[in-house]
């Protein structure tokens, strides 16, 4: 019951004018981003929070803004899939493979539907679970001491190394790097300056908002005008504008199912939201592909993962906002814009600044209700925006970044050092080397090196502190045992990989 | 080859890095001191690029002719475009930086003057005048 009177505090916060009007504004936002090729989450978000600033507002309403830029580019996502053929975002994949097809059969105003109201179930089962288990973990948390927080971040980066990608080196190697890009600038703990080359604007470090605008936002350019000429949609008809129910109605129980499986991934740092939409995907394929319909238009192959990527990036806030610790690309945005607001996550938030979370969670539940409403008699609109050509767009978004990072600072240093973070992105994705560790690093480093060297403090200089409390060591435990099974399965795949090959030669 | 020139960077680069931090010393504050992190990041990152050399990933096809030519002119573009916003004032400076774009990203000349205009007064009017953000305005030799 504790619970459901906090959740009445956050909507007294929720429901003023003013945050009800941005978070109404967030939305549409956030639909429009999400469906644009070329901007996710990740970029809308980044791109947007030092403009966010710029307005002056109340740290509440800032922090509503984005949590419903964040959900509406979760709904955005799907409609370029559907439309287009082609994902608004690395998320929304999947829904290309039953959602395009059925657009494609006529059914456009249904695949939109339906889409739009798995969205909707995967993000309110996701909700009801952020409202229930987050002050849950915040209340055990606070047991946590240095040393424990210390192997929480570990696990983290294991966690990504392991469940992230292909090549669970790389991903490492990313992180490691991220964490080495943390520790230039002033030492908190002594004043001195470390890595800043002599450099006075780098005395503050890396700001992780121009980082994060450059790692995205820049090399996306980079990226389409590679692929440019070979990648381009045609819009599919509309079709009828009022959808048939009865169509739609098969696509409700996987959008439940979707939204479980979405919600677990969602918490489990690393996975996220693609991930979630993956696994959702593939569940549901096994469970109801009776008659083999499944990739030509079924609308269950389309509800399962659009539930389960919503219900994931839901979930991905849960150990953002207990623990500090952001599980994928867009949570560790909203923890850098967190940061900048200072408010420092973790299970303190929960006791110091209830009308900030609460009300957090309120305007989630109500963004859910606005996009629902928006995107079904809405979704013409935002359908038109997809025929925006790319040499507007991307310009667009170019000069928008610009303009956040320079009101950051006015300094054209910033400036440089988001253009380089952009090349360097640009090579990164190249490679293959996902681009979320390195962030995680660079907005982690900090912390997690303060409460190494507060931990030592405490036993002075004895590193046996690290591993002697119950919690650490079995988080340690964990982490083992992640990257145990990381590594193997990494090693397995090669060797298949290299055997098929050479089985290839000898053909 | 890609992987490993990369690796190679990053070794070098990590050496450097954990060298350097030896020689961040304080006699104050805490048991552990500004280098020992640093160093501790140093060891594994090492050891990781260095596998990168000696495991490198097949290598992914890079962009040639025209495109190649387009990506490094636009990383040109948005250096200059950072150097000249304070000198030639906003509006002048994201006109041409957006109509260089817009022609970098296959639109005809009159078509990505017109947006590059636009979308520079459009831009200042909604952030300098509506939203308060403060640009400079004019080129710097005029004011």
């Given at each position: 019951?504790?619970?459901?009177?906090?959740?009445?505090?956050?909507f007294?916060?929720?429901?003023?004018?003013?945050?009800?009007?941005f978070?109404?504004?967030?939305?549409?936002?956030?639909?429009?981003?999400?469906?644009?090729?070329?901007?996710?989450?990740?970029?809308?978000?980044?791109?947007?929070?030092?403009?966010?600033?710029?307005?002056?507002?109340?740290?509440?309403?800032?922090?509503?803004?984005?949590?419903?830029?964040?959900?509406?580019?979760?709904?955005?996502?799907?409609?370029?899939?559907?439309?287009?053929?082609?994902?608004?975002?690395?998320?929304?994949?999947?829904?290309?493979?039953?959602?395009?097809?059925?657009?494609?059969?006529?059914?456009?105003?249904?695949?939109?539907?339906?889409?739009?109201?798995?969205?909707?179930i995967?993000?309110?089962?996701?909700?009801?679970?952020?409202?229930?288990?987050?002050?849950?973990?915040?209340?055990?948390?606070?047991?946590?001491?240095?040393?424990?927080?210390?192997?929480?971040?570990?696990?983290?980066?294991?966690?990504?190394?392991?469940?992230?990608?292909?090549?669970p080196?790389?991903?490492?190697?990313?992180g490691?790097?991220?964490?080495?890009?943390?520790?230039?600038?002033?030492?908190?703990?002594?004043?001195?300056?470390?890595?800043?080359?002599?450099?006075?604007?780098?005395?503050?470090?890396?700001?992780?908002?121009?980082?994060?605008?450059?790692?995205?936002?820049?090399?996306?350019?980079?990226?389409?005008?590679?692929?440019?000429?070979?990648?381009?949609?045609?819009?599919?008809?509309?079709?009828?504008?009022?959808?048939?129910?009865?169509?739609?109605?098969?696509?409700?129980?996987?959008?439940?199912?979707?939204?479980?499986?979405?919600?677990?991934?969602?918490?489990?740092?690393?996975?996220?939201?693609?991930?979630?939409?993956?696994?959702?995907?593939?569940?549901?394929?096994?469970?109801?592909?009776?008659?083999?319909?499944?990739?030509?238009?079924?609308?269950?192959?389309?509800a399962?993962?659009?539930?389960?990527?919503?219900?994931?990036?839901?979930?991905?806030?849960?150990?953002?906002?207990?623990?500090?610790?952001?599980?994928?690309?867009?949570?560790?945005?909203?923890?850098?814009?967190l940061?900048?607001?200072?408010?420092?996550?973790?299970?303190?938030?929960?006791?110091?600044?209830?009308?900030m979370?609460?009300?957090?969670?309120?305007?989630?539940?109500?963004?859910?209700?606005?996009?629902?409403?928006?995107?079904?008699?809405l979704?013409?609109?935002?359908t038109?925006?997809?025929?925006?050509?790319?040499?507007?767009?991307m310009?667009?978004?170019?000069?928008?970044?610009?303009?956040?990072?320079?009101?950051?600072?006015?300094?054209?240093?910033?400036?440089?050092?988001?253009?380089?973070?952009?090349?360097?992105?640009?090579i990164?994705?190249k490679?293959?080397?996902?681009?979320?560790?390195?962030?995680?690093?660079?907005?982690?480093g900090?912390?997690m090196?303060?409460?190494?060297?507060?931990?030592?403090?405490?036993?002075?200089?004895?590193?046996?502190?690290?591993?002697?409390?119950?919690?650490?060591?079995?988080?340690?435990?964990?982490?083992?045992?992640?990257?145990?099974?990381?590594?193997?399965l990494?090693?397995?795949?090669?060797?298949?990989?290299?055997?098929?090959?050479?089985?290839?030669?000898?053909? | 080859?890609?992987?490993?020139?990369?690796?190679?960077?990053?070794?070098?680069?990590?050496?450097?890095?954990?060298?350097?931090?030896?020689?961040?010393?304080?006699?104050?504050?805490?048991?552990?001191?500004?280098?020992?992190?640093?160093q501790?990041?140093?060891?594994?990152?090492?050891?990781?690029?260095?596998?990168?050399v000696?495991?490198?990933?097949?290598?992914?096809?890079?962009?040639?002719?025209?495109?190649?030519i387009?990506?490094?002119?636009?990383?040109?573009?948005?250096?200059?475009?950072?150097?000249?916003?304070?000198?030639?004032?906003?509006?002048?400076?994201?006109?041409?930086g957006?109509?260089?774009?817009?022609?970098?990203?296959?639109?005809?000349?009159?078509?990505?003057?017109?947006?590059?205009?636009?979308?520079?007064?459009?831009?200042?009017?909604?952030?300098?005048?509506?939203?308060?953000?403060?640009?400079?305005l004019?080129?710097?030799?005029?004011?």
């Open positions: 019951m504790d619970i459901l009177s906090s959740l009445a505090q956050g007294a916060v929720a429901v003023t004018p003013t945050n009800l009007a978070a109404v504004f967030g939305c549409f936002l956030g639909t429009i981003i999400g469906a644009l090729p070329g901007i996710g989450p990740v970029n809308g978000v980044a791109i947007l929070i030092p403009l966010a600033f710029a307005l002056r507002l109340d740290p509440t309403t800032v922090l509503i803004l984005m949590s419903c830029i964040y959900y509406g580019c979760t709904y955005g996502g799907r409609i370029s899939s559907i439309m287009l053929n082609i994902p608004g975002d690395a998320s929304s994949i999947m829904a290309t493979l039953d959602g395009h097809p059925m657009a494609k059969a006529g059914k456009a105003s249904e695949a939109l539907a339906i889409s739009a109201v798995a969205s909707f995967g993000s309110t089962v996701a909700t009801i679970g952020l409202t229930l288990f987050a002050p849950m973990l915040a209340s055990v948390a606070i047991y946590f001491g240095p040393s424990d927080y210390f192997a929480l971040y570990v696990l983290a980066f294991a966690m990504i190394g392991g469940v992230g990608g292909a090549s080196w790389k991903m490492l190697l990313a490691f790097l991220g964490l080495m890009l943390a520790t230039v600038g002033l030492d908190p703990g002594t004043g001195l300056a470390r890595y800043t080359l002599g450099s006075f604007n780098l005395y503050d470090g890396f700001d992780p908002i121009v980082a994060i605008v450059g790692l995205f936002a820049i090399s996306e350019v980079l990226v389409y005008l590679e692929t440019a000429h070979h990648a381009t949609g045609t819009l599919v008809p509309m079709g009828r504008a009022v959808p048939k129910f009865r169509e739609m109605l098969p696509g409700m129980g996987a959008a439940f199912r979707g939204s479980f499986i979405g919600f677990l991934s969602g918490i489990l740092p690393g996975a996220g939201a693609s991930q979630g939409a993956f696994m959702a995907y593939v569940a549901e394929r096994r469970y109801s592909n009776k008659d083999d319909t499944f990739g030509k238009g079924d609308p269950r192959g389309l399962a993962p659009e539930a389960g990527d919503n219900a994931a990036a839901g979930g991905a806030l849960i150990p953002m906002l207990t623990l500090g610790i952001p599980g994928s690309g867009t949570t560790a945005v909203m923890l850098a814009l940061i900048s607001l200072n408010i420092q996550p973790g299970p303190l938030l929960f006791e110091r600044q209830p009308d979370v609460w009300g957090l969670i309120a305007s989630l539940y109500i963004a859910n209700v606005v996009l629902l409403v928006m995107n079904i008699p979704v013409g609109i935002f038109r925006m997809l025929s925006m050509p790319q040499w507007i767009l310009p667009f978004i170019i000069m928008v970044s610009f303009l956040g990072v320079y009101s950051i600072s006015h300094s054209t240093f910033d400036l440089m050092v988001m253009i380089g973070f952009g090349v360097v992105g640009y990164f994705r490679l293959d080397i996902s681009l979320i560790p390195l962030v995680l690093g660079l907005l982690l900090a912390d090196e303060n409460n190494l060297r507060r931990a030592l403090s405490i036993s002075n200089g004895d590193f046996w502190i690290l591993v002697q409390s119950p919690i650490a060591a079995t988080i340690y435990a964990i982490t083992a045992a992640v990257l145990g099974t990381a590594f193997i990494a090693f397995r795949t090669a060797r298949r990989r290299r055997a098929s090959a050479l089985a290839e030669l000898e053909d | 080859m890609a992987d490993r020139i990369l690796g190679l960077l990053i070794l070098v680069l990590t050496i450097f890095y954990g060298w350097t931090a030896g020689s961040y010393e304080a006699s104050f504050g805490d048991p552990l001191g500004p280098a020992a992190f640093p501790m990041l140093a060891v594994p990152a090492a050891l990781l690029s260095l596998f990168l000696l495991r490198p990933d097949p290598d992914p096809a890079w962009a040639t002719g025209l495109p190649a387009r990506q490094i002119a636009t990383v040109g573009v948005l250096i200059a475009y950072a150097f000249l916003l304070e000198d030639l004032g906003f509006v002048v400076a994201t006109a041409l957006a109509s260089a774009m817009g022609r970098l990203l296959g639109a005809g000349w009159q078509k990505s003057v017109i947006s590059g205009v636009a979308m520079a007064v459009g831009l200042f009017v909604v952030f300098d005048t509506l939203l308060g953000l403060p640009l400079p004019y080129p710097r030799f005029m004011s």
